[in-house]
């Protein structure tokens, strides 16, 4: 089976089921087209306005990449049971290359601070933080420990197993008002919907 193949068996093996089963005494209820909507704009999922494909329960997104030479990346995402925490699996090929495989899980729960700057510098530098709900922020942090965690597999045979890590930070990047409203908008959503005081206050 060649690499092309292989990869699209997996991808569309992992993108057809969820990520895990529940327990059978746990309620799980498809979360809100607009709780879904919300986590697409935090992780940088909508940033071309297109549309996901989507079955009711979880939406794919895919780049459209200019160039042909470019990586291409699918994303499945899913939210069940909590609305708090979101799971996604993607999946990014280099043309002539072997996919990568990442399952990432974020749970906004565990959020116990958020910042925003007005632009990259003022990031790095942590110069002139801004309330989240500033209308110049372009760049927001939240912050908590083991925030967001991701396992990632190669799929080239190389690779010695599955290689897992957790970042206490998960970083927004607004590139204009319009996508700046959308993501104060999912904060907001969010905010009220998991109690996340750094952000609704």
Known sequence: MNRFLATGVIAIT????????????????????DVRHAYATLLGLDLEGEEPVTD??????????????????????????NACLVRTTSALQSPGGWAVLSLTRVDLRKVEHAVAYASVDDLIAEHNPLAPADPGARQMVLEGRGLSCTTRISLDGASRGAASACEDRLDISMIDDQQAARVRAALELMGRKCGIEAVVR
């Open 56 to 81: 009711g329960e979880t939406d794919v997104y895919r780049s459209s990449p200019d160039s042909a030479q470019a990586p291409r990346l699918v994303t499945r995402l899913e939210v069940s049971g």
């Open 14 to 33: 992992i993108f057809a089921a969820p990520l895990q089963a529940p327990e059978a005494h746990e309620p799980v209820d498809p979360a809100s087209i």
